[in-house]
């Protein structure tokens, strides 16, 4: 999202129960970032970003067709997830 998307700022706060949203064009990347690895974790975000839409714009693109959205864990790497 920060490639297509670079003046979208993430809101920092403690995520919620709502799960974050993605478009086709996007799917299977990282809402951080943008890699193309194996998903690990659902993106779970605020519910003040949730409020009134079916995801937060802060954080996810928006398009015609939605998937969920993952935070994907690197391969390689000792770190266990992409957080932000």
Do not use: W
Not at 3 to 22: F, T, V
Not at 68 to 73: H, I, K, N, T
């Amino acid at each position: 999202m920060s490639k297509h998307h670079p003046d979208l700022i993430l809101c920092r706060k403690l995520p919620g129960i709502a799960i974050g949203r993605l478009c086709e064009k996007c799917d299977g990347k990282c809402p951080i970032c943008d890699s193309y690895v194996r998903p690990a974790t659902l993106v779970r975000i605020c519910e003040e970003c949730n409020f009134g839409t079916d995801g937060c714009p802060k954080v996810v693109n928006l398009g015609a067709s939605r998937t969920d959205l993952f935070y994907l864990r690197k391969k390689n790497q000792g770190q266990n997830f992409q957080r932000g």
